[in-house]
């Protein structure tokens, strides 16, 4: 139950009911010389800083870093000349200001945290796999059920983290055990090369972007972004008046030489808007084209952010599910026979993140558990500069609080005090193969079934989404319209492939949906999703995408046996 | 497990891979033909329209209303014309949109929902309660184990809610099965006087809160609420470039002629704003008065709202704390021996909603799970009239999409498997008990410990907050500035009190940080909540503060002997 015994535990336990919450400067202890990694991390742990375990304790990454992470120079910048006047307005809240007052013995009348004695769950517990045995199969006969009760921590010194903490009212970062658990993760995998990085965990990515553009973008402003995006990204952006900017890509993503040439040349009279500052990014199995950025292209990327002085959100879902190449006819078994060998080769052969190449502070990572471990989790966190961090943490007080106290105490649970650091990479590698696997079986099912005549693709390199191309040129209606299509011709012709599959019993996912800058589409795109329908389903599927494609452009109907062409 | 038999399921069920968001106009079958109650809401269930039990199903209190909520002239009112721009220029999500051409038996390769194959969790569990023994010692000897699988839903048919669905994606408004039992838990408890009220599932009211206000509230606006109200409310306001305007109050809170003066006569030119329209409420244990709206004041609220066409945010995270009132020298015991005698006696005693007597549609109701449940279920609810609610759910779409998974399986088989709505209501007259009890500690501690000469107090009748009031005049800095006590000299008093009690051990929250309109405080409050500390620290605690009152306002202090003033 609790591998990671709490022995120093050096603020002074007090019950539950005494709505505590505690800000201010924290004693660390003993901090370790090295960087923190997958072999040392529990070494680390248990010579390091024990976890504040009342209720409400404010906790903060720097009292879990090591030495070496401490010891870099801090970000250069704060980014508060680029805050919105909404994020610089928010104060902290008047009855946690309070707390500074609040000593070992006091008793709080102060904040209106409910007793625990009413909160009807003594425990909870939740049936998981055990590392590396993570199939369903596994899971019933040779899973493991763990269990959080309602006094663990303070009465029972059995966890870090229980239902008394869990189930009230925390600060907006999160409960320590899970700080501790995502600084630890944020050194063995990033390494952001300065100290004074900080973490707020969020209710979800979605949650997390809405918060982050209310920070940054005000009404009128562009938002960079690659030409097509996250469509719910380019939902959230409209009603806050502003708009997203498209940069053109290729397979590897944002093309910085065009990104820098659209800043460079900005003019803002004719724009009718300022020259863009944020920029959105999916650096990894990018939603919804699959392109993956190459350590070579972050860098030319984030020179030119550099150069304008930008602010990047790197949103990165996906990040995990970086896959081995394609290779035509074959499908990846799991676990995979190929590399990575093991956790060290496979967090070796990461693209490495925006985060770890970032000096400045002008990265804010968005992580989440959604495509990792369940979307139901509704939580992930965020990882950036201490101001910026400190600015969300104050929207998350008057919004979304913290995720739930049932999530953090699931996960909690599952990925610190079951699997660990390397359980949890392990977990990673596995449904890393899941996606690899069923990529193939896509890829391969389009390889048969559409017509190549008309539809072209690269295979993805990371990712849940297969970005399918049509050659509008082959159309009849262009060759009817003597080599000029207009938009709502494209739309006309998009609609028609997408009702033709509907109406044989597939949904896809149309390219104009995911248009940056809606209304200037000039090439036909399909985006095909490989995480949700069973293996069987998706040949199924996409042979009928196949079917649809040919009927309306024209092209003879492929015969079908058994699933297969002949 | 599953009490509620779902024999009759109309939407065929569909393996959760197969990422299914179903949109549109809904069967009903037979409607019962009276309003629900909790005598006969399970036949009312039972002869109903099934739970659809779909990964990302749409569901609609109208599934599930009676013959007599459904037959009620709809809400006069739409509230369009009082959305902000940002509210009005949302639209549907895309891919959501598609799902308009979802059959049965339709391959969605369309929204990237992970498959539940790749959820590392195969059941979870929970020790709660059982009804009415509902204390902690009770628990452990006579509690149950609630236990939800992955695929207790459409596999195992055991139940209308699993994890399979609970932990993908979901549709904003919540789960079908916990929409019913809202549905239901709303005819029985408020029964509104129209008929298409919707209801939308939160991530907690202060969530609600921020979303209701961006509906509504543009730069420059006022929002109408209580002279102290809310300090987070307050908070939230502030950044987005709003102010509060408070009203003068007393123990039965807002004072409706004075509302409807400072409407009647408002002027926009002197004001710099526009005539204020939304209005911010705690009608029932206000935070931080403890002030308790009666029905007559609410219908004289009510009454200037149709006057001025006013849209009302009624946030009544304390509605069930409603109290017997405090008779001095008395503590009332746990069960109460008092009425109500029983569920139905309970629930005719409860003072009557906004949401119970809303003809207009003008009233958005913020339920919260925090306060009765466990604050961290981040969890709660939003009743109101079709089309705010419908601008809610977009909204939500775009940042906490739902509650975590998590907290609604937990709810679900805590509310709707184990308790059902008796079983609630049950509970809810035990923690309005116990706080009973803590009030009465708390009042006679005050009776016992504070100098009456300076300090006085009307007892709550609901929530959590006792509101104390100082009387400056006696205060010897008021008698040395000859009767005239500035703002900066009020909050120095304020804050020595303050700061003399935190030294003494003890943390009260000060009034001014709930002043509405910051800054025009001319009274002295403390506020002192009975939720938090166990019952004989609050007696601790209330002698110290009054320690710190004599001190500061230069009383002879009470000598203390065993916790009792002699």
Redesign the interface.
């Known amino acids: 139950m609790a591998p990671h015994a709490n022995a120093d535990v050096e603020i002074e336990p007090v ?1 539950d ?3 505590v919450v505690v800000i201010g400067p924290v004693q660390t202890k003993t901090v370790h010389p090295q960087k923190i990694t997958i072999d040392h991390v529990m070494h680390h742990r248990q010579t390091g800083t024990a976890v504040p375990n009342i209720v409400a304790a404010f906790a903060s990454p720097n009292m879990f870093k090591s030495k070496a992470a401490l010891g870099k120079p801090k970000a250069k910048k704060s980014f508060e000349h680029r805050l919105t ?3 610089k ?3 902290p ?3 946690k200001e ?2 500074k ?3 070992a ?11 625990s ?13 055990v590392a590396p045995a ?1 199939a ?1 199969a596994d ?2 006969t040779s ?1 493991v ?1 763990v269990s959080s009760g ?1 006094y663990d921590t303070v009465r029972d010194g059995k966890s870090d983290l229980d ?1 008394a903490i ?5 600060q907006a970062m999160g409960p320590g055990a899970l700080i501790r658990f995502l600084t630890e993760h944020t050194e063995i995998v990033h390494d952001p090369p300065y100290s004074d990085w900080d973490i707020c965990l969020t ?2 990515s ?2 997390a972007l ?1 918060i982050a553009l209310r920070m940054f973008t005000g009404r009128s402003h562009y938002v960079i972004t690659e030409e097509y995006t996250f ?2 990204a380019i ?2 952006v ?4 502003a708009k997203m900017l498209g940069i053109k890509m290729d397979a590897d993503g944002m093309l910085p030489g065009e990104l820098d040439d659209v800043l460079s040349s900005w003019d803002e009279n004719a724009r009718r808007a300022p020259k863009p500052f944020l920029m959105y990014t999916v650096p990894t199995g990018q ?1 919804p084209t699959a392109s993956t950025q190459s350590l070579e292209r972050r860098r030319q990327i984030y020179a030119v952010a550099e150069k304008h002085d930008l602010f990047i959100l790197e949103d990165e879902p996906y990040y995990f599910l970086q896959m081995d190449p394609f290779v035509s006819g074959r499908t990846h078994t799991v676990p995979s026979p190929f590399k990575p060998a093991g956790v060290s080769d496979f967090l070796a052969n990461l693209v490495p993140s925006y985060l770890s190449i970032d000096t400045s502070g002008r990265v804010l990572r968005m992580d989440s558990f ?2 990792i ?7 992930g966190w965020v990882t950036g500069s201490p101001k910026v961090v400190e600015r969300f943490m104050r ?1 998350s ?12 105490v ?1 996960l909690h649970k ?1 990925l610190d005090e079951n699997w660990g650091h390397k359980g949890f990479l392990e ?1 990673l590698m596995y ?1 890393r193969a ?1 996606y690899t696997r069923r990529r193939d079986i896509m890829v391969n099912a389009c390889e048969e079934h559409l017509p190549t005549e008309v539809a072209s693709w690269v295979a993805p390199k990371a990712g ?2 297969h970005w399918i191309s049509v050659d509008l040129t082959k159309h009849p209606l262009y060759q009817a319209k003597g080599g000029n299509i207009d938009y709502a011709t494209l739309l006309e012709i998009e609609e028609a492939v ?2 033709s599959a ?1 109406e044989q ?6 390219g104009s ?1 995911f248009r940056a800058q809606r209304g200037t589409d000039t090439e036909l795109f399909f985006r ?7 293996a069987e ?2 040949i ?3 042979a ?2 196949g079917g649809a494609l040919r009927k309306e452009f024209g092209l003879p109907q492929k015969q079908v046996q058994n699933g297969h062409a002949k």
């Open positions: 019950t009911t005494s709505s006047e909404e994020s307005s928010r104060n809240s008047s009855l309070a707390m007052y609040y000593r013995g006091t008793i709080s009348l102060c904040g209106g945290l409910p007793s004695e009413y909160f009807p769950f003594e425990e909870v517990s939740a049936k998981v796999p993570f369903e899971t019933a899973g059920t309602k239902l869990a189930l009230n009212y925390g209710a979800g979605t949650s809405e469509s719910s939902e959230t409209v009603p806050l008046g939603n959604s495509k471990i369940a979307p139901g989790s509704r939580c929207h007080e008057v919004s979304t609080q913290n995720p739930s106290g049932f999530a953090m699931a599952l977990w449904i899941e849940m989404f997408f009702v509907a019993g597939v949904l896809i996912a149309r949906w095909a999703t490989f995480a949700a329908a069973p389903k998706i199924e599927a996409i009928k995408v």
